[in-house]
């Protein structure tokens, strides 16, 4: 059984950092992709980054060059960075296990960020 559990949201001002992390279980994520999504409030969920199985980074035009995906394999996690939020950065965030193998996904149950003076 595949578990998906995220961690690290909460509150920051504009112009701060945050860093969430997302703790997987029943899945390789050397193997597989893993993704971060979030859901502002009032819209859909909407992509934000990947790390692929080989470890290639890919981001969404909106948070590249302030964000940064990463991996400890060791550890079963994957890490997102978030560095010059902006208050638009507010949003559930969602990390998302795909299974190479059997085509399925998994959710997480999202953490809360917000950015806000």
């Known amino acids: 059984q595949v578990h998906v559990v995220e961690s690290g949201g909460g509150l920051v001002q504009p112009g701060g950092s945050l860093k969430l992390s997302c703790a997987v279980s029943?899945?390789?994520?050397?193997?597989?992709?893993m993704r971060w999504y979030r859901r502002p409030t009032g819209e859909g969920r909407e992509p934000v980054a990947a790390i692929s199985s080989s470890g290639s980074p890919n981001y969404t035009p909106a948070v590249k060059g302030r964000f940064i995906i990463s991996r400890d394999i060791i550890k079963h996690a994957v890490y997102l960075e978030m560095n010059s939020l902006y208050p638009e950065d507010t949003a559930v965030y969602y990390c998302y296990a795909f299974s190479h193998q059997t085509n399925l996904g998994y959710w997480g149950q999202g953490t809360q960020v917000t950015v806000s003076s």
């Open positions: 029943g899945l390789s994520i050397r193997d597989n992709e």
